[in-house]
């Protein structure tokens, strides 16, 4: 995970099929093991799980056919063996869609940027179709600067190349995909959903409030206290993404993405008031909120790789801050003594810092590599950051008086954001794993692994 360990870049497809056998492996032996969780045929599908299965048949190489099939990695269905089919097999259709299907199906496929249009809004696993010259490919992620980029074509130049992973690409080129880049339009798929993730509170009662949003876009709230977990709470909602949510004086807000990517904000101040729009758009991923000395501050990235905040103070909300580009998922943010930090993956998912001490500073590299989402927090001096890398891996790294240390590797087969608290020197992490369940994983002076179980289903 550091500059030195650097995990394997794109190994989640290994994850969709993992067994008891290769768990324990991972120290996961006689406890409850999470295991990725894998979308069913023609349903919804997170975007890592989308480029984990395009990674999948990259690496084992099938021939170019297009009369001819291989099964996807969790051997549910075969796909033609055509650039259309890997697009068809990276989705998990239950159709054999082409070219010429991507751009009559409206209610399935929905156009992004049209031909010869800006292509920035573009996110990981969208498709770029050309129905001139009958080619898809599949978008993976923009690099640091959000202008290059990566993407998986299957078939190259003489119409025979196995499925290939390209980077450093750019749309100002004359080709990409072997095909001119004015001839491609960009489609979503409606059902590439964001990946999924967890907030958790630890309030001064001593209970654990634990959030995180269905697949359904439903969001739950479980609470833990002395008495164990009670019930999920159905806190409605359609929204999506990982939640924001502060604690204050009895009061709880969560804010999360709705529709057309604007905020959302729910209060529980004695009771759950239902959802109400904030606004915004184009926001992605989740969002990190915080309160302090009676303002909230939220922290979200679009889906142009811009980090923005939104303060809301006696004056009511303000307006969007643009804090710099060049970033994805999820940020952490913390706050301390008029300092605030945000944390968040670049460019091939390294960690990188920006420090607000009464101005904004730019964005400092930590390192690591394959970061997805983050989530920090400010201790007793130290900072504690954790993120899931691309193949489902909690890490951790601390910052205190002697700088940064190395990355610790505290296991699973997890995704999304981690939700995570602190009291009495003791760290809960909180993540989503096997079936779209919630997993808890305790440190008491030592890490625990993740052999308790909070529940539920379908958070992914």
């Not at 070219?99 to 996110?123: H, I, N, Q, Y």
């Amino acid at each position: 995970m550091s500059e030195s360990i650097r995990p394997a870049l794109r190994r989640w497809s290994g994850a969709l099929i993992a067994t008891t056998t290769l768990l324990a492996s991972f120290g996961f032996a006689g406890a409850a093991t999470p295991a990725f969780a894998a979308s069913g045929i023609g349903g919804k599908i997170t975007r890592s799980e989308l480029i984990a299965r395009a990674d999948d048949w990259m690496r084992r190489a099938p021939a170019y056919d297009p009369n001819g099939s291989v099964f996807d990695a969790g051997q549910t269905r075969k796909y033609r063996t055509d650039c259309s089919g890997f697009v068809d097999m990276a989705w998990h259709l239950n159709s054999d869609d082409n070219t010429t299907d991507f751009a009559a199906d409206p209610s399935r496929f929905v156009e992004v940027s049209g031909r010869g249009a800006d292509k920035s809004g573009l996110r990981p696993g969208d498709l770029l179709n050309d129905t001139i010259d009958g080619h898809a490919f599949l978008f993976e992620a923009w690099e640091s600067d959000h202008v290059h980029f990566s993407y998986f074509n299957f078939g190259g130049l003489d119409g025979s190349a196995p499925p290939e992973h390209h980077t450093h690409e750019t749309f100002s080129q004359a080709k990409v995909g072997f095909e001119p880049t004015g001839n491609y339009v960009a489609y979503r798929y409606v059902n590439v959903v964001d990946d999924p993730g967890v907030s958790a509170v630890y309030d001064a009662a001593g209970a654990y409030h634990v959030f995180s949003i269905n697949k359904d876009g439903t969001l739950y709230q479980r609470i833990h206290t002395a008495d164990g977990w009670g019930a999920f709470q159905n806190l409605g909602g359609t929204v999506h993404g990982t939640p924001g949510v502060t604690y204050h004086d009895g009061r709880y807000d969560v804010f999360a993405i709705g529709g057309g990517g604007a905020l959302y904000q729910q209060i529980y101040d004695g009771t759950w008031h239902g959802w109400t729009k904030i606004g915004g758009s184009n926001l992605v991923g989740g969002v990190q909120a915080l309160y302090v000395n009676g303002v909230y501050h939220i922290f979200a990235i679009n889906n142009d790789g811009t980090l923005y905040q939104l303060i809301h103070n006696a004056d009511g909300w303000g307006d969007w801050q643009n804090l710099g580009s060049g970033v994805s998922g999820v940020p952490g943010v913390t706050y301390h003594d008029g300092r605030y930090d945000v944390f968040a993956a670049g460019g091939e998912g390294v960690l990188y810092q920006k420090t607000y001490d009464g101005t904004w500073h730019d964005w400092n590299r930590i390192g690591g590599s394959n970061l997805t989402n983050v989530e920090a927090l400010y201790v007793d001096g130290a900072y504690h950051v954790f993120a899931i890398n691309n193949d489902g891996t909690l890490y951790q790294i601390i910052h205190n008086s002697d700088g940064w240390g190395s990355w610790q590797n505290l296991d699973g087969t997890v995704h999304g954001t981690p939700g995570i608290t602190y009291h009495g020197g003791r760290y809960d992490v909180f993540a989503v794993g096997g079936t779209g369940a919630i997993y808890q994983q305790t440190y008491d002076g030592t890490w625990h692994g993740w052999g308790a179980t909070v529940g539920g289903s379908d958070f992914y």
